[in-house]
């Protein structure tokens, strides 16, 4: 188990998707962004979050396993 978490702390993918789902739990929880700005925008940034996984997991080349 300490491995496996070793190998995902040095992955730019599970380090931006742990980063995401605790800003997206925070916001669930303070709703810090929603009330400030328009509907429009905060699906803007939940693509642009989106985008940036899909981004990252195309220049991945090396699995878990090997890290």
Not at 33 to 44: R, S
Request: net charge positive; charged share 10%; glycine share 8%.
């Amino acid at each position: 188990m300490n491995d496996w978490l070793i190998r995902c702390m040095k992955s730019k993918t599970m380090l931006f998707n742990g980063i995401v789902a605790s800003l997206a739990a925070l916001e669930g929880v303070f709703n810090l962004l929603q009330p400030h700005i328009a509907g429009n925008i905060y699906a803007y940034i939940t693509i642009g979050l989106t985008v940036g996984n899909a981004f990252l997991r195309t220049i991945t080349t090396e699995p878990l396993s090997n890290k």
